[in-house]
């Protein structure tokens, strides 16, 4: 547990407690009574109550639209349910600013909808409610229809042997069954929705503003630290409450039901009733998700002269895009993999001790070292950026000019996925197995790399995939530590759509293509590696 916690310590708990501190303490001491004061802010309440019911209504949207097509996936074969399933997954392993991008293209000013029916919906609460849907439609649907896959049919049908309608029979049997996926489902959309970032920075405009958002407003555009310091922990608590509440789902849903293999319960689409169905579902991903993919690509290649490569072209150039980078665009393709490939090398290192350790000790000591690895889910990645300048720039810890900076920064995000990924698994190894390797004289670390290591190779393979699709697009650390000639593909794509030109727009849509089809092949290797049974996590 030692180095991951000196790991967290540093460049998590650290530089946010440096945020706070500069936020709320003054020579006099603690300034708590600036709770007060911002919170009563008339803006700042605006901020608070859009984020909140945004956040609920864009939940309740992606439940309505994704149930279906959880079932769908659920219980029934058809011809791509593969392909189709790495379809709806995409989004999900996308970075908030490809998908803001995808959907300015779709329907901002010159977008699609602007050009054939007329309207456009950016700067408008609709834009980011469609787009969180987008990004979230994955997590219902494999989450929900993960575990449905594996409630035994007989009950149901037992329930109508018995007398009950099929309706009856649903309500009475299966919806018992599924409330927990759907209330885990439902927390894990609300907060991916709650502290959003890239989407509603890039599509809500002036006009709407999250607590992310609003953070990095007060913090980078306005340096007003007491009012960031206190939404970051107005947002800390919020997000730590849902993750205890997301937690206690989890719990009860392992311990509640009894599950059988997905491979019994699917069948062929049968009547007209459940071939609508999925052609309905199939419908809805055409529309949600492959449209605004589509519409993002087309966009990269047309250019004022036709269709063409001049958008990919003007890359190389560094004077394209009007002085926004130092260097030409194209590098900052290089810049991320390097970046990612160092980030998801140190989110296995930590997350893997970090993991191993959770596996072999218990106690409350051992529950609160595993919340802790959750916290940088609960705190604004904003904060911990603007933490990373104020804090790492005195020796010994001087990294304001070294390039590991930003791989620290994304790395914090990948360890929780790494550890989620391969706890359940190491957790499953047999103790006695290296307690045999021990008695034949196997030392500790020769025991892991004969025991362990082969039976949690193909979950170390996808939690690194995980952390380097994560570390990838992150956004809200990386903009703030980002060198101006070493960008990173998520703040290229930022940088480009702030700035005014065709060019600058279309230089946005190439990368952010470019970003979209490496994010792609990263989840399609994961689906290869990925277990043929579920047990309805996401």
């Not at 849903?253 to 459940?274: F, I, K, S």
């Not at 560094?318 to 140190?346: C, D, H, K, M, R």
């Not at 359940?424 to 006695?432: M, N, S």
Request: hydrophobic share 55%; proline share 5%.
């Amino acid at each position: 547990m030692v180095l991951p916690l000196v790991f967290f310590g540093l460049f998590f708990a650290y530089p946010v407690a440096a945020i706070v501190g500069r936020g709320l303490r003054t020579d006099e001491g603690w300034q708590f009574g600036r709770f007060a004061e911002v919170l009563t802010r008339p803006d700042i309440a605006d901020v608070l109550w859009f984020t909140t019911w945004q956040a609920f209504a864009s939940t309740l949207l992606t439940l309505v639209i994704a149930l279906p097509g959880a079932y769908v996936f659920a219980r029934f074969e058809f011809p791509g349910k593969q392909l189709l399933r790495a379809v709806v997954t995409v989004p999900f392993v996308l970075p908030t600013v490809v998908v803001g991008t995808a959907f300015l293209a779709l329907l901002g000013r010159g977008g699609l909808t602007d050009e054939l029916l007329g309207f456009r919906l950016d700067t408008t609460v609709w834009a980011i409610l469609l787009a969180h849907v987008f990004f979230n439609y994955a997590v219902v649907v494999r989450t929900v229809g993960g575990l449905w896959a594996q409630l035994d049919p007989r009950q149901e049908e037992a329930a109508r042997v018995l007398g009950a309608g099929r309706f009856t029979a649903w309500r009475r049997v299966t919806l018992p069954a599924l409330v927990p996926a759907v209330a885990a489902a439902s927390l894990m959309v609300f907060l991916f929705t709650f502290s959003s970032f890239g989407v509603v920075l890039i599509l809500g405009g002036p006009a709407y503003s999250t607590l992310e958002v609003e953070v990095y407003r007060q913090t980078a555009q306005l340096l007003d630290l007491p009012t960031a310091a206190v939404l970051t922990m107005v947002q800390f608590a919020a997000i730590g409450g849902i993750l205890v509440v997301h937690a206690w789902t989890v719990r009860r849903r392992e311990t509640a039901l009894r599950l059988v293999d997905p491979g019994r319960t699917t069948h062929p689409p049968r009547g007209w009733a459940q071939r609508a169905l999925l052609g309905g579902v199939l419908l809805t991903v055409a529309l949600l998700i492959v449209l605004p993919l589509g519409v993002l690509v087309e966009r990269s290649f047309d250019t004022p002269g036709g269709y063409g490569l001049g958008f990919y072209r003007a890359l190389q150039d560094a004077g394209a895009g009007g002085g926004t980078f130092l260097v030409a665009p194209l590098e900052a393709i290089w810049n991320s993999l390097q970046y990612a490939l160092a980030a998801t090398a140190i989110a296995l290192f930590v997350g893997g001790l970090a993991a191993a350790a959770l596996t072999r000790r218990g106690g409350r000591f051992v529950r609160g070292f595993d919340a802790l690895l959750m916290l940088p889910l609960g705190v604004s990645a904003v904060t911990v950026g603007f933490g990373f300048l104020i804090t790492l720039d005195k020796p010994p810890l001087d990294l304001r000019t070294s390039w590991i900076l930003v791989p620290l920064a994304q790395a914090l995000v990948g360890v929780p996925f790494v550890v989620r990924t391969m706890l359940p698994v190491l957790r499953a190894v047999d103790g006695r197995l290296r307690e045999a390797a021990a008695v034949l004289g196997a030392s500790p670390l020769r025991a892991w790399r004969e025991v362990d290591l082969p039976l949690v190779r193909r979950a170390l393979l996808i939690a690194a995939g995980f952390a380097f699709a994560v570390s990838l697009g992150e956004f809200g650390a990386t903009v703030f530590i980002a060198r101006a000639d070493r960008p990173t593909l998520p703040v290229a794509v930022a940088r480009l759509l702030g700035r005014a030109g065709e060019l600058n727009y279309g230089q946005a849509m190439a990368l952010s293509t470019i970003l979209m089809l490496v994010c792609a092949a990263s989840l399609l290797v994961l689906e290869r590696l990925r277990p043929d049974k579920t047990s309805g996590e996401f």
